[in-house]
C-alpha cells in the first residue's frame, strides 16, 4: 500500500473515531441532563422514558446511576468522586478523542487498553441494567454500542500507524 493511499486510510479511521467520541459526548450529556432534570423535577418524563421497563431515568437516578455503583459504598455518597456515571463517560470521551488527535504508536496502544477497559465497564453496567435493575435504557446501550466500534477503530488504528511509520509518513 502506498504512503497516500495509507494516509487516507488512517485519516478516515481517525474521523470515525472522533466522530464516535463526539457521539459519546452527546448520549453522556443527555444522560446527565435528564438526571439533573429528574433530580429537580420527579414528574419529569425524558424521552427515552418509553414504559417502565424501558426508561433511561430511572436507571440515571438509582444508586448505580453515581460512581457506578461503586464509588458511593467506598467513599461515601458525599465523595466528590461520587459524580453521575455521565460525567466519567464525558471525560472519558473527551480523553479518546485527545489520544487520537496524537499520531503515536505508544499514544494509540494505550488508547487501544484505555477503550477496551470501557467495554470492561460496559458489561458491568449491562449486567446492572439487565439483571439488577430489570430496566432497559436506550441511552446506555448506545453508549454500549458506541464503546464497542471505539474499540474497533482502536485496534485497526494501532497496525495502520505502524505501517506509516515504516513508511516514514508519521
Same mark, same amino acid.
Request: aromatic share 12%.
Given at each position: 500500500?502506498?504512503? #497516500?493511499?495509507?494516509?487516507?486510510?488512517?485519516?478516515?479511521?481517525?474521523?470515525?473515531?472522533?466522530?464516535?467520541?463526539?457521539?459519546?459526548?452527546?448520549?453522556?450529556?443527555?444522560?446527565?441532563?435528564?438526571?439533573?432534570?429528574?433530580?429537580?423535577?420527579?414528574?419529569?418524563?425524558?424521552?427515552?422514558?418509553?414504559? #417502565?421497563?424501558?426508561?433511561?431515568?430511572?436507571?440515571?437516578?438509582?444508586?448505580?446511576?453515581?460512581?457506578?455503583g461503586i464509588?458511593?459504598?467506598?467513599?461515601?455518597?458525599?465523595?466528590?468522586?461520587?459524580?453521575?456515571?455521565?460525567?466519567?463517560?464525558?471525560?472519558?470521551?473527551?480523553?479518546?478523542?485527545?489520544?487520537?488527535?496524537?499520531?503515536?504508536?505508544?499514544?494509540?496502544?494505550?488508547?487501544?487498553?484505555?477503550?477496551?477497559?470501557?467495554?470492561?465497564?460496559?458489561?458491568?453496567?449491562?449486567?446492572?441494567?439487565?439483571?439488577?435493575?430489570?430496566?432497559?435504557?436506550?441511552?446506555?446501550?448506545?453508549?454500549?454500542?458506541?464503546?464497542?466500534?471505539?474499540?474497533v477503530l #482502536?485496534?485497526?488504528?494501532?497496525?495502520?500507524?505502524?505501517?506509516?511509520?515504516?513508511?516514514?509518513?508519521?
Amino acid at each position: 500500500m502506498k504512503s #497516500a493511499a495509507v494516509q487516507k486510510y488512517y485519516r478516515k479511521l481517525h474521523m470515525s473515531l472522533i466522530l464516535l467520541a463526539i457521539i459519546g459526548i452527546f448520549l453522556s450529556a443527555y444522560a446527565l441532563y435528564v438526571e439533573v432534570l429528574k433530580e429537580i423535577d420527579r414528574d419529569y418524563q425524558a424521552m427515552c422514558d418509553i414504559s #417502565a421497563s424501558i426508561s433511561c431515568s430511572k436507571v440515571f437516578t438509582s444508586k448505580y446511576g453515581r460512581g457506578f455503583g461503586i464509588l458511593g459504598e467506598l467513599l461515601g455518597e458525599d465523595h466528590l468522586l461520587n459524580q453521575p456515571n455521565s460525567i466519567f463517560g464525558m471525560i472519558f470521551y473527551c480523553l479518546v478523542i485527545i489520544m487520537g488527535e496524537i499520531k503515536s504508536l505508544k499514544v494509540a496502544k494505550f488508547q487501544r487498553v484505555f477503550i477496551g477497559l470501557s467495554n470492561l465497564m460496559s458489561i458491568y453496567l449491562a449486567y446492572l441494567l439487565y439483571f439488577v435493575l430489570k430496566d432497559f435504557c436506550i441511552v446506555c446501550v448506545s453508549t454500549y454500542i458506541v464503546n464497542i466500534l471505539l474499540t474497533v477503530l #482502536a485496534f485497526m488504528r494501532v497496525p495502520v500507524l505502524q505501517k506509516m511509520t515504516k513508511l516514514k509518513v508519521i
